[in-house]
C-alpha cells in the first residue's frame, strides 16, 4: 500500500464492505452534543471479529473519547488483543487524533486504516504512514534490555 490512496466505497475490496458499514452505524450512535461532530469506527480483529464505537463527549471535554479508543477498548476488555484493520467514518473524513494513534501503537505496529466519510470515500492509509514514530515500551518489543 502507499503512504495514503484516495478511495470510494465501490472502489473498496470486499473486505472493507463490513467494517465500513459498521464505522458508519456506530457513528449514528455518537454523542457529540458540544461539537456536533460524529464519528464512528470499526475495528477487525486478527480472529475476524468486527467491535465498533462512537465518540462520546461529555460538558468537561477532557473527559471525551473518542470512536476508535472506544473501539480498541471494547475489543480488550472483550478478549481480543490483535488487530488488523480500522475504519474511521466522520462527515469530513478526519484522521484519528494523537491520542488514538498512540493508543493503536500500543496493541499493533501497523494495520492498514480507512479514512471515510459517510459516503465511504475517502483515504486508505496505514498506521504507520499517520504515526511513524510511536512512544512505545521498547522492552516489550525486544528493542532494548530493560536493564540497559
Known amino acids: 500500500m502507499t503512504q495514503s490512496e484516495y478511495t470510494t466505497a465501490e472502489q473498496l475490496p470486499p473486505a472493507w464492505h463490513d467494517l465500513l458499514t459498521a464505522a458508519i452505524e456506530a457513528r449514528r450512535n455518537a454523542h457529540a452534543p458540544y461539537s456536533g461532530f460524529a464519528v464512528g469506527a470499526a475495528l477487525r480483529t486478527d480472529s475476524g471479529r468486527i467491535l465498533s464505537g462512537c465518540n462520546v463527549e461529555n460538558a468537561s471535554l477532557g473527559l471525551?473519547?473518542?470512536?476508535?479508543?472506544?473501539?480498541?477498548?471494547?475489543?480488550i476488555s472483550e478478549g481480543e488483543h490483535a488487530f488488523e484493520a480500522l475504519v474511521v467514518v466522520s462527515a469530513s473524513g478526519a484522521t484519528p487524533c494523537g491520542a488514538c494513534r498512540q493508543v493503536m501503537s500500543e496493541f499493533v505496529e501497523d494495520m492498514p486504516i480507512l479514512v471515510a466519510d459517510t459516503t465511504g470515500r475517502g483515504w486508505m492509509t496505514s498506521l504507520k504512514a499517520l504515526f511513524p514514530h510511536p512512544?512505545?515500551?521498547?522492552?516489550?518489543r525486544g528493542g532494548i534490555s530493560a536493564h540497559e
Open 64 to 75: 471525551t473519547v473518542c470512536a476508535e479508543r472506544v473501539a480498541i477498548w471494547k475489543a
Open 135 to 140: 512512544f512505545i515500551d521498547l522492552t516489550r
